[in-house]
């Protein structure tokens, strides 16, 4: 894995984004939250933005709308304020608060802000959930999971409601709607009780409304998050994040077993899966799912011909570029850089597990990247496809390359927030469309074109 330091000391096109616009989104996820920034105003603004372009739905961001003033003077103030007007207008039972650039360089004590606002406000107040996001320490990654982090740790308990040996955790990640969606049916095809957390399925992908809802409906239902302590397990998908997570913090104040795996991208990952969920169920794979797995290997076998030995970049947040790079190994995709604005540590590491013993030699890996590192490799390695999100688009367009789209941001095509990634369902949509890619450039390129493979 590469560490060399660029040949300059500015970040030109970021492989990454905001560290709050990460914990924005997962605070999203959580029933009757709304998300806050304490910073200035252009930074909700900027993170809205972002995330209606993606999941094509409104989204409010409140903000302690910062100015210069408070860059001299702190924010203390605004943020009070701005928890009473968001109280007053939203009715929430929780409110995230994200730090930003701004607040955390000055060094506002948002906690003491915090507990001088529960003894200065009468009346009943939501519960607050605080995380330090600053964007110079990290990506959108580690905002999403120091939130899920901070909720787990502020919100989780043993619970009121009845538990049943049968309750499980799931801690997916950065995922789409459709693929939290996907997983709820697989946990309910294992008769197993699953609290999945966050929960975008709804609030980031919701139905058409006749009235405008301030806070959409769904997210992981509170009384769920405070029984998650009483669950058998959790199951985290990510091998990247830090050590202390939703699922590490559950184990050590509660006792609950953490099983951290990949991304279940591809067969061989699914496969892992879907091996925990019938340890802790009892139950065997559900036939249904059996069958799908094996339509899933008919079409490998089916399409080997068309993508064989066809090489690709792939880049994004460091989870699904793993889970990725390991499911176009197993397809015959060679993977030639793969490529994260993240800086783990860990990035080879769970690349070469992923792959196994697949490729004849490991790719080009690159932490801390930006794309115009990312093109200037490009240009020598020749790559056939580039997969990753739409970011990699105008380098796609440069190379004449198909892109094919994965992860976060989509937002140059629709419906990046129903793109399956997971299981073996979303395997055969990843697959197809792969396949489908090269097919569509071979024919375009063809002098004189054919209608039949």
Known sequence: MSKNPPNYISTTNACKLCTPLGASIAFKGIEGAVPYLHGSQGCATYMRRYIISHYNEPIDIASSSLSEKHAVYGGGANLKLGLINVTKKYHPRIIGIATTCLTETIGDDVKMFLRQYEQEVEGEKPIMVQVGTPSYNGTHMEGFHDAVASVVDTLAGTGEESVTNRDVNILPGFISPADIRYLREITDDYSLRATILP???????????????????????????????????????????????????????????????????????????????????????????????????????????????????????????????????????????????????????????????????????????????????????????????????????????????????????????????????????????????????????????????
């Open 199 to 453: 929960d975008i399925s709804d609030t980031l992908d919701g139905q058409a409304a006749k009235t405008y809802e301030k806070i959409q409906l769904g997210g992981t239902p509170f009384s769920a998050i405070a029984a998650m302590g009483s669950a058998m397990a959790s199951i985290e998908f990510g091998h990247t994040m830090k050590e202390k997570s939703g699922g590490t913090i559950l184990s050590e104040k509660y006792g609950v077993k953490n099983i951290r795996i990949s991304q279940p991208v591809g067969i061989s990952a699914t496969d892992r899966f879907f091996d925990h969920l019938s340890q802790l169920s009892g139950v065997e794979i559900p036939e249904k799912h059996k069958a799908e797995r094996g339509r899933l290997v008919d079409s490998y076998v089916d399409g080997h011909k068309y993508i064989y030995g066809k090489k690709a970049i792939v880049y994004g947040e460091e989870d699904m570029v793993v889970g990725m790079t390991g499911f176009l190994a197993e397809i015959g995709v060679m993977p030639i850089l793969c490529a994260s604005g993240g800086k783990s540590g860990k990035l080879a590491e769970k690349i070469a597990e992923a792959t196994g013993d697949i490729l004849p030699e490991q790719p080009r890996i690159h932490e801390g990247m930006d794309f115009y590192d990312i093109s200037e490799l490009a240009e020598t390695l020749e790559p056939d496809v580039l997969v990753g999100h739409s970011k990699g688009y105008p380098l796609a367009r440069k190379l004449s390359i198909p892109l094919i789209r994965v992860g976060f941001p989509i937002h140059d095509r629709m419906g990046g927030q129903r793109i399956l990634h997971l299981g073996y369902r979303g395997a055969q949509q990843l697959f197809d469309l792969i396949v489908n890619a090269c097919i569509a450039k071979k024919q375009g390129d063809s002098p004189v074109g054919y209608s039949y493979m």
